[in-house]
């Protein structure tokens, strides 16, 4: 996970939608930091533990590593886990933080505007249930990807785009909080949770059988299981998402080659031309002229 966060100034034109994202962001809290660094945001983001804060604007956070705790004006101080999502409410005193002792990675996304009011004042959510239970879901953290992708891309157009993804992650929470929580068995929740772990590993090369003690499983029926369910192998797995990820930063940003292969967890980038060759047909000299 990159440590990552933008604010955006709204315009007349982003209010008249109706549905109008204000941040995103994503950072990796280490145990015993402090928590927030109010230095990396703006004044009225800001709060201390003491004293907690009101927000204006609809907000929520997704953990997917560590622990943590969240109270407000309408909930008591509530455990939150690895794999959980959080709402802030607009006008709601709120206080949340992570364990000193394992710290913790989130996600956050704020948006404000009369189609989230309509959907709030529906009980769609609600400040009194705050929480859903997402577990390792691979489908929420690449919307998350992708909004922090199309925000650092900030193509013609993009506010509206992340609008879009911003609607479907409450589309997927909806659906998970009334659906389908219980419907997975045990291992395929295991085989999930790697998964996401190898789709937050992109940067770097991974140890597969350190990240095995993590779920746990033994570490061959984890590769024979893994390779059961998706029809390839952890290690290819885990390669095709740092080769796609590579093509996505070829086509949206202006990063060398080599800047992108360190990016993606290869050490030379004669290995990562070659991988991509193979993968794609193209060198990804190419591939980024010819705009594929």
């Given at each position: 996970?990159?440590?990552?966060?933008?604010?955006l100034s709204?315009?007349?034109?982003?209010?008249?939608?109706?549905?109008?994202?204000n941040?995103?962001?994503s950072?990796?809290?280490?145990?015993?930091?402090?928590?927030?660094n109010?230095?990396?945001h703006?004044?009225?983001?800001?709060?201390?533990w003491?004293?907690?804060?009101?927000?204006?604007?609809?907000?929520?956070?997704?953990?997917?590593k560590?622990?943590?705790?969240?109270?407000?004006a309408?909930?008591?101080?509530?455990?939150?886990?690895?794999?959980?999502?959080?709402?802030?409410?607009?006008?709601?005193?709120?206080?949340?933080?992570p364990?000193?002792?394992?710290?913790?990675?989130?996600?956050?996304?704020?948006?404000?505007?009369?189609?989230?009011d309509?959907?709030?004042?529906k009980?769609?959510?609600?400040?009194?249930?705050?929480?859903?239970?997402?577990?390792?879901n691979?489908?929420?953290?690449?919307?998350?990807?992708d909004?922090?992708?199309?925000?650092?891309?900030?193509?013609?157009?993009?506010?509206?785009?992340?609008?879009?993804?911003?609607?479907?992650i409450?589309?997927?929470?909806?659906a998970?909080?009334?659906?389908?929580?219980?419907?997975?068995?045990?291992?395929?929740?295991?085989?999930?949770?790697?998964?996401?772990?190898l789709?937050?590993?992109?940067?770097?090369?991974?140890n597969?059988?350190?990240?095995?003690?993590?779920?746990?499983m033994g570490?061959?029926?984890?590769?024979?299981?893994f390779k059961?369910?998706?029809?390839?192998?952890?290690?290819?797995?885990?390669?095709?998402?740092?080769l796609?990820?590579?093509?996505?930063?070829?086509?949206?940003?202006?990063?060398?080659?080599?800047?992108?292969?360190?990016?993606?967890?290869?050490?030379?980038i004669?290995y990562?031309?070659?991988?991509?060759?193979k993968?794609n047909?193209v060198?990804?000299?190419?591939?980024?002229?010819?705009?594929l």
């Open positions: 996970m990159e440590n990552y966060r933008k604010y709204i315009s007349s034109f982003e209010k008249d939608w109706g549905f109008h994202v941040t995103v962001g950072a990796k809290v280490g145990p015993n930091k402090n928590y927030p109010n230095r990396e703006p004044i009225d983001h800001s709060f201390t003491d004293k907690g804060r009101i927000l204006d604007g609809y907000y929520i956070v997704f953990i997917t560590g622990e943590g705790v969240l109270e407000s309408r909930t008591k101080a509530s455990k939150i886990k690895e794999g959980t999502c959080f709402f802030l409410f607009p006008g709601i005193w709120h206080r949340y933080k364990h000193p002792h394992s710290g913790w990675e989130e996600y956050w996304v704020g948006f404000k505007g009369s189609y989230p309509q959907l709030m004042q009980g769609i959510f609600t400040p009194e249930n705050p929480f859903i239970e997402v577990g390792m691979e489908e929420l953290l690449y919307l998350f990807h909004l922090i992708r199309r925000v650092i891309a900030a193509e013609v157009g993009y506010r509206q785009i992340i609008t879009g993804i911003t609607l479907q409450l589309g997927l929470l909806n998970i909080s009334k659906y389908r929580m219980q419907d997975t068995d045990h291992q395929s929740k295991l085989i999930s949770k790697a998964k996401f772990l789709q937050e590993s992109i940067e770097n090369p991974i597969l059988e350190e990240m095995v003690k993590e779920l746990p570490y061959s029926k984890f590769r024979k299981s059961e369910m998706t029809g390839i192998s952890p290690n290819q797995y885990h390669l095709d998402l740092r796609d990820k590579a093509k996505e930063l070829l086509a949206s940003t202006n990063l060398t080659i080599n800047e992108i292969a360190y990016k993606t967890g290869f050490g030379s004669f990562f031309s070659r991988l991509f060759k993968k047909g060198s990804p000299k190419w591939f980024r002229i010819n705009g």
